[in-house]
């Protein structure tokens, strides 16, 4: 399963709407929770201006206490991921989002994790087909 910036924030703040859903779905994760780099960025940013630094680093503790798939983006990956954000420029698509789309392909997985349902609607995995978005 990759994990969005959204998803990431609703699972690790409990004042987030979406926080029990997301909770239940990454606790009962049976699969990879793949996080990329430029997901990690994001939320670390948001978690740090919303929270301050001593929840982002206990957050960044529990991303790095190897329950969590941190991927890495290879100049391959990330010319692939340039190449959505052209695509879907008319959205438009960061590289953070494109890298999600690549990470499912490279990771054989059609699931998602996200509360951006405006961003993965529209894209489509290497394969044509649509990621299926949780919640």
Known sequence: MI???SALLAYFDAAEPQHEAVAVLIDAADEPLVVSPYIV???DYLVLTRHGSHIERLVLDE???GAWEL???SR???ATAA???RQYSDVPVGVADASNIVLADAYRTRTVATL???HFTVLRLGDGSA???IP
């Open 3 to 5: 994990v969005d910036t």
């Open 41 to 43: 960025a994001e939320l």
């Open 63 to 65: 991303l790095t206490s």
């Open 71 to 73: 991927a890495t983006m």
């Open 76 to 78: 391959e990956r990330l």
């Open 83 to 85: 190449e959505i954000v």
């Open 116 to 118: 951006d349902h405006r």
């Open 131 to 133: 990621p299926l978005i």
